[in-house]
C-alpha cells in the first residue's frame, strides 16, 4: 500500500517548496500593504465628499422658512 504523505530522505528537496512559500508570502504582504494604502485614500476621498455634502445641506437656503 502507498504511503498517504511523502516524506523526502533528502531534505533538499524541501527547499524549492519553502522558497515558493516565501515568494508567495512577500507577495501576500505586498498585496496587503497596497490595498490598505489604497483603502485609506478612498476613505479619506469619501469623507471629504460627505462634509462637502453636509456643508452644502447646512447652508441657508431662502426656501427654508
Known amino acids: 500500500m502507498m504511503e ?3 516524506f523526502p530522505d533528502d531534505k533538499s528537496e524541501y527547499i524549492p517548496a519553502v ?3 516565501i515568494i508567495f ?3 501576500a504582504a ?3 500593504y497596497i490595498l490598505y494604502k ?3 485614500k478612498e476613505e479619506k ?3 471629504q465628499q460627505y462634509k462637502q455634502i453636509i456643508e452644502k445641506d ?3 437656503s431662502l426656501n427654508k422658512k
Do not use: C, E
Open 4 to 6: 498517504f504523505l511523502y
Open 19 to 21: 522558497i515558493t512559500l
Open 25 to 27: 508570502m512577500i507577495g
Open 30 to 32: 505586498v498585496m496587503m
Open 38 to 40: 489604497k483603502s485609506k
Open 45 to 47: 476621498l469619501i469623507n
Open 58 to 60: 447646512d447652508s441657508p
